[in-house]
């Protein structure tokens, strides 16, 4: 897939779902089941064992998933995750190596930000989205919705904190996407193996980002325009 490919599908969906497990056999059973649910989007962290090769046999034998590379700390290991196969990159935070090496490969990156002047270096440096690391410690979609004001022409990604309640707010405040880990991938699901509950999670997820985008679509302004008869009407902006 390219990598305006891959930026279109997470633009999309809207959901980047981070798999953070303690084994491959629970991050390939969460992948599936998520992606069974209606989200064909993975994010396999670097922190699960066997992380570079459970990305290497969900991009072989998983073609109808996007299949990421998360918690990248700096080049090398974004340079392994590619050549796993990778379709996108994320860290938690702001790392301008690996933005310039994924650049460079022509793949797209999901850099970790959180003051202003983060986002923006971020932007600047090439990154494709902005992933906002950790929302619920500073306050939420309304923080997203205090840099989206400024920064209308940088795609967020709201992530930490993001569960049943916040979805929807945080697409409102104008994030393009959120990222979700275990409010959509429980542990108890994990463990249990519950795909039925791990999908269902995920088809909510989808209808609170479906939600939440129309309801801002809702609130654009009309403007009024004047016919050739002289009579105005309401036209979409």
């Known amino acids: 897939m390219k ?3 891959v930026c279109a599908l997470i633009q999309e969906v809207g959901i980047v779902p981070g798999i953070r497990v303690s084994s491959a056999d629970d991050a390939h059973f969460a992948a599936e089941s998520v992606s069974h649910g209606g989200v064909p989007i993975v994010e396999i962290t670097m922190t699960v064992e066997g992380a570079l090769d459970l990305i290497s046999h ?6 109808q998933m996007l299949v990421g590379a998360g918690t990248i700390m700096d080049a090398e290991m974004a340079r392994k995750c590619v050549d796993a196969g990778a379709g996108f990159l994320t860290s938690p935070g702001l790392d301008l190596q690996v933005i310039d ?3 460079k490969k022509d793949i797209a990156v999901l850099a970790g930000a959180l003051t202003p002047t983060e986002v ?5 440096a090439g990154s494709d989205f902005v992933k906002v690391f950790p929302c619920a410690q500073v306050g939420g979609d309304s923080y997203i919705r205090a840099l989206r004001a400024p920064l209308p022409q940088v795609p967020l ?12 707010n945080f ?3 104008g994030a393009n996407a959120i990222g979700v880990g275990t409010e959509l991938i429980p542990t108890e699901a994990i463990q249990r193996r519950q795909a039925a ?12 980002v479906k ?8 609130r654009k302004p009309k403007r009024l325009v004047k016919k050739s008869d002289g009579l105005e009407e309401c036209e979409e902006k």
């Open 3 to 5: 990598k305006s490919e």
């Open 58 to 63: 969900l991009v072989r034998f998983h073609p």
């Open 101 to 103: 090496f994924a650049a």
């Open 120 to 124: 923006i270096t971020a932007w600047r």
């Open 157 to 168: 990604i709201a992530a930490g904190g993001v569960n049943q309640q916040t979805a929807a």
């Open 171 to 173: 697409i409102l405040a």
């Open 197 to 208: 509950r791990i999908r269902e999670l995920a088809q909510r997820f989808v209808s609170f």
């Open 211 to 218: 939600d939440g985008r129309a309801r801002l679509e809702a």
